[in-house]
């Protein structure tokens, strides 16, 4: 029931999230990009990066919640990493990096004219927010991280693995929605069918055929053969670290295979100083719409994103 992504189904999740195509590394490397509200001078803007195979419509409701809120006027940027949603999969036989995913995301803010932003990275994207903060530390103004963290729980990667290899061997439509939704059911349990199968969407989609295609390279996934559920994978603390000149706010979803808690409460006893926010009853991605959410996340952002504030210079000298 898979096919080759391109080109991609005309879903109703991306026909509302109208993009750019900005070039990143060789021109062979089309990056999409949502930019919502205006980009200026005055207040720095929210860069939102995806996880592992997910794409940019994981966050497609949070910068219109957000600027609902008094004291707010945010602009996002929105990206699909390489591999992902609409940005361009690399050629056959090519391996995906975070080191790469970072540098992209350095070219995006360079096009745009972008020198500092707050990074909001939910898993794998995360990591692209440590990575940058390692490679540019003063193009990083705060950083969220969501069920994100320098410990990677290898149960996530070994589950979006198995879960791909069950669909792709299912042979009918009917068969990997229900599939789906018993996957999905998972992460957010007591959620109707229609909203499980509103979430399927995000990842897969259906072509003018009624074939299920991946919105993702499966190259993402033979990348992930080596992991297995009792792996105990080198804790990255010294990444983690790179963030100590910057605002922070970490993120965890009760129900998360990305982070662990132990890792979890590790970072807030690390960074005392850090927001923190617990979802309770989702896994990951976190869907990000309760109002306490977004009220918890706007208070962060309305305290480093004004022009007025200190440079990160000066923060991290006077730290």
Not at 41 to 64: E, H, K, T
Request: aromatic letters at 6%.
């Amino acid at each position: 029931m898979f096919k080759r992504a391109t080109p991609l189904p005309q879903t109703q999740l991306f026909s509302d999230l109208p993009v750019r195509t900005i070039t990143c590394g060789s021109a062979s490397t089309q990056i999409a990009v949502h930019v919502h509200g205006e980009i200026s001078d005055d207040v720095v803007p929210i860069v939102c990066l995806p996880g592992y195979v997910r794409n940019m419509s994981d966050f497609a409701g949070l910068p219109a919640a957000i600027n609902r809120l008094p004291g707010t006027g945010f602009s996002f940027i929105l990206i699909d990493l390489p591999g992902r949603g609409r940005s361009s999969y690399m050629g056959k036989g090519a391996r995906y990096s975070t080191l790469a995913d970072a540098d992209c995301v350095l070219d995006v803010m360079a096009a745009l004219d972008v020198p500092r932003a707050v990074l909001a990275g939910e898993g794998h994207g995360g990591q692209v927010a440590m990575i940058i903060a390692t490679r540019r530390p003063l193009a990083v103004a705060g950083t969220i991280l969501i069920d994100a963290g320098p410990v990677t729980d290898p149960r996530g990667l070994v589950r979006t693995r198995n879960n791909f290899r069950h669909l792709t061997a299912l042979r009918s439509a009917p068969a990997c929605r229900a599939a789906l939704r018993k996957i999905l059911s998972t992460d957010y349990p007591g959620e109707s069918e229609a909203r499980l199968d509103g979430f399927a969407q995000r990842i897969y989609a259906e072509d003018g055929r009624g074939k299920l295609r991946p919105l993702f390279d499966s190259q993402l996934i033979a990348q992930l053969e080596q992991f297995e559920f009792d792996d105990v994978l080198e804790p990255q603390w010294q990444l983690f670290d790179t963030l100590s000149h910057v605002p922070l706010m970490i993120v965890r979803s009760q129900l998360t295979d990305q982070v662990r808690r132990a890792s979890f409460d590790e970072m807030v006893r690390r960074r005392r100083d850090a927001a923190t926010l617990v979802i309770s009853d989702q896994g990951s991605p976190a869907l990000l719409e309760d109002a306490e959410e977004h009220q918890a996340m706007a208070a962060f952002l309305r305290d480093i994103c004004r022009a007025d504030e200190p440079d990160v210079g000066d923060r991290a000298a006077s730290a």
